[in-house]
Each structure stands twice: as C-alpha cells, then as structure tokens.
Nanobody
Framework: QVQLVESGGGLVQPGGSLRLACAAS????????MNWYRQAPGKPRELVAT???????NYADSVKGRFTISRDNAKNMVYMQINSLKPEDTANYYC?????????WGKGTLVTVSS
C-alpha cells in the first residue's frame, strides 16, 4: 500500500520559515520524481517544486529563491524548506510521487501565514 504522509505545516508569521516533510512508503522511492503542490482556498492546485529522480530541481516562479526542495532516498523522505513566507503562501501543501503511469498523493499539511 502506497502512503505519502506530510508533516511540518502550521501557523507562522509573515517572514517566517517552515520545513515540510513527506514520508513515502510502498514505493521504490528513488525512481520517482517527487513534487510539492499547494492549493489555496478557492484556487486550483498548483505545482510548487519538483525534484527528479536525478535530484534536478525546479520551482514555480512565485517561490524561487524562497523554497528549497530536497530528498533523502535512504530515508524515503522529501523535504521543502520554505523561507520568507508571505500571506499568499497560505495553502494546503501536498506531496506527490510521479512516475510514468503512476501518480500518488498525500493528504496534505496546512500552512497558514498570518500575523
């Protein structure tokens, strides 16, 4: 059974930081591209950051320079360090594992940026 479990969300003030984590099980983690998506209330889900199986990274323009995605294949973990948080970063953040023909999702972790 495939499971992706996110953690690390919470309430943070503007300018603050959080580190999101996603624990994967039931998949051969190292062969998957891993993604973080987010969905704000009333908005579509958007791709925030990608780290490929080769550890190549890519970011949405809105988060470049503030968010950093990383992975630990030995622990089946993917992380996202998020800095300089803004109110518009408020959203549910979802971990996604993608391989051609296969796509798995976690249930999300809520990040709220508010003073």
């Amino acid at each position: 059974q495939v499971q992706l479990v996110e953690s690390g969300g919470g309430l943070v003030q503007p300018g603050g930081s959080l580190r999101l984590a996603c624990a994967a099980s039931g998949i051969t983690f190292s062969v998957y591209d891993m993604n973080w998506y987010r969905q704000a209330p009333g908005k579509p889900r958007e791709l925030v950051a990608t780290i490929t199986r080769a550890s190549t990274t890519n970011y949405a323009d809105s988060v470049k320079g503030r968010f950093t995605i990383s992975r630990d294949n030995a622990k089946n973990m993917v992380y996202m360090q998020i800095n300089s948080l803004k109110p518009e970063d408020t959203a549910n953040y979802y971990c996604n594992a993608h391989l051609v023909g296969m796509n798995y999702w976690g249930k999300g972790t809520l990040v709220t940026v508010s003073s």
